[in-house]
């Protein structure tokens, strides 16, 4: 059974329900700010999240950690943004600060667990909801040597998730709910879904489209999306299509690997790495590209993936969970299981122009289904109702 709703109470509603049962000032806990020189999908989505809440009538805070560059404490999208603590000390940091009232009093708290959780359930006990997009289980020897990797899978895998049994929990998808459900043991019923929106900025633009085939990869540049993998399939495919180029958008610790790794394959002249690139560079790039290429071994949704399908660009990925819903299979891309299939898929769609667009036709119309307002009022939904039932939130 799952728990979406596709057409849920109007955020309105619900806000004034929660300010009714008392729920007016909101803290949101995440490692990163949207600000951040690191930040990707979880960041984007908290953002489009909290400032529909702040626009709302819901007085947020959102407490994350310290970045070069950026002010302790600033005010951005109606909401209130507190940056503190490292990488990894700001989770006791937070907690501390959180139980002090360092940063004034709660009526509710959110808490973005990405790999490792602030465990909230221990020291908070008003409502709560824990917001999860996927479980980090392949990811953690890629981020880490051992044994931080195998503390890491246990972490995120034995000893946390008990305290989280009672705590609503929002994911991304279906398919992340049940690896929820079946690798951290966290029961169904409060495992809830909230699709990624796709802002109305992303629209389709087809006399923007390459004349030249055109394949545009987003995202961190960190060993899960596998960046590697799609290089190693651009060489193989780049002699069967004249003209391929290849734009990668994102930044992170593995593009000197990966700048690297295209000069030994040959491909540097037709692999662009553009870095980090403004919302106007990025739509332009959706726009004109043939295909998204995304090569994840793990995702909470894939939100890249319905952003360049809203510009009416179709995607190659991986079929993981996240994406396995991102990806209407057939209608707004394909989904493939190895790296020869990946390969085979990609090839498929730039070489045939009719496939191509019954693909960017599907793909537009699978945007058109999904909205931040909806999302939003999704996520705070279970927070509404554990404030609304009153009293604290059980362990």
């Not at 953690?140 to 305290?163: D, K, N, Q, S």
């Not at 290429?293 to 399908?309: C, L, R």
């Not at 793909?363 to 999704?378: K, P, V, Y």
Request: glycine share 8%; charged share 25%.
């Amino acid at each position: 059974m799952t728990t979406i709703d596709h057409s849920p109470p109007a955020l309105e509603d619900l806000t004034a329900t929660a300010l009714r049962a008392g729920l007016r000032r909101v803290h949101v806990l995440a490692w990163r700010d949207l600000a951040d020189a690191e930040a990707g999908g979880s960041e984007t989505h908290l953002d489009h999240v909290v400032r529909r809440w702040a626009a709302a009538g819901l007085e947020v805070t959102v407490r994350t950690s310290a970045a070069p560059g950026l002010p302790d404490t600033e005010e951005r999208g109606g909401y209130r943004v507190i940056r503190r603590g490292g990488r990894y000390d700001v989770f006791p940091r937070a907690a501390a600060a959180e139980v002090s009232g360092r940063h004034g009093p709660a009526d509710g708290l959110v808490e973005f667990w990405n790999g490792v959780p602030f465990l909230s359930p221990l020291w908070f006990r008003g409502p709560r909801i824990t917001v999860l997009h996927h479980v980090h289980r392949k990811m953690w020897p890629m981020v880490l040597p051992e044994p931080l990797a195998t503390g890491g899978r246990l972490l995120e895998g034995r000893l946390a998730p008990p305290f989280y049994r009672s705590t609503p929990v929002v994911t991304l998808c279906d398919s992340s709910r049940r690896e929820i459900i079946e690798l951290l043991g966290l029961p169904a019923a409060n495992v809830h879904v909230a699709l990624p929106g796709i802002d109305p900025w992303f629209s389709p633009a087809p006399h923007e489209r390459s004349a030249t085939p055109l394949v545009v990869a987003v995202g961190r540049l960190v060993p899960h999306k596998r960046f590697d993998a799609l290089l190693s399939v651009v060489a193989e495919l780049r002699p069967r299509h004249e003209g391929l180029q290849v734009v990668i958008a994102g930044e992170g610790g593995e593009r000197p690997a990966l700048e690297k790794q295209a000069a030994a394959l040959g491909i540097q002249d037709c692999v662009r790495f553009a870095g980090r690139i403004s919302d106007e560079e990025l739509r332009s790039l959706y726009r004109r590209a043939w295909v998204l290429a995304a090569t994840s071994v793990a995702e909470g949704f894939g939100m890249t993936i319905t952003e360049a399908a809203a510009c009416g660009t179709p995607a190659v990925a991986t079929r993981v969970a996240g994406h396995a819903d991102a990806v209407v299979e057939g209608r707004s891309g394909v989904l493939t299981s190895s790296r020869a299939e990946f390969a085979d898929r990609l090839d498929a769609v730039l070489a045939d122009a009719d496939f191509r667009r019954r693909l960017s036709e599907g793909a537009a119309s699978r945007a058109a289904e999904l909205t931040w307002d909806a999302t939003a009022a999704q996520v705070l939904r279970p927070l509404v109702a554990r404030a609304t039932a009153g009293g604290p939130s059980s362990r």
